[in-house]
């Protein structure tokens, strides 16, 4: 830990990982999305790694869910991702891939947030956009954020440099992080730990920093 004009300022691991100042965001655990994966089942044992460390820890943790807005309400970017992600040209040809209530939509059963935690669900890349993340994680004391889920390439690597960019660290546990393009995803890691805003680390790694670590 660097002391400097009355702050601490955290450059490792051991640093940063304590219960009362970091929240666990485990990004779009989804039945739709898990399915479009070819590893789904090592990263959802990963994340159940990591979740299980921070419920014992009684690190403070949140859930997004990706939906899908009504087509009339969508607007001209929602509109053009659909058209690019469901490989049409036209919007007639589209579908409405994660309304709210749909099976596809819902958190796998495996990561079923308990009492104490909450589901944001969210129409954007970014985390913070749209959702009351940042409120919480302010008003909770919150100086660093660990991230797991899917999809590293296309919505955490942005939630990763959005979080640096609200001055919150963070935590990229990067194989309890899937995707579905393994290039992309290695593109991902390497910027992220080009730009040096992240600490990057394994789940073994965060399980033995938060191992006996309990918010009194």
Known sequence: MNHAFGLDIPTTLADICDPKSMALLVYDMQVGILKQLPDAPVTIARVLDVLAAAREAHVRTVFTR????????????????????QHVDRVDAIHRAFPPDAPQTQLIPQVAPQSSEFVLDKISMSAFVGTPLELILRDCGIKALAIVGV???VGIEPTVRHAAD????????TDACGGRDQAAMQRALDSL??????ILTDS?????QLSGRLIQ
């Open 166 to 173: 609200l001055g919150v660290i963070p935590v990229l546990v």
């Open 204 to 208: 073994d790694g965060l399980r033995r």
């Open 151 to 153: 999809a590293l390439e």
């Open 193 to 198: 730990s080009f730009a040096g805003d992240a």
């Open 66 to 85: 990706h939906v899908s807005l009504p087509l009339e309400l969508a607007g001209t970017m929602q509109l053009r991702t659909a058209m690019a992600w």
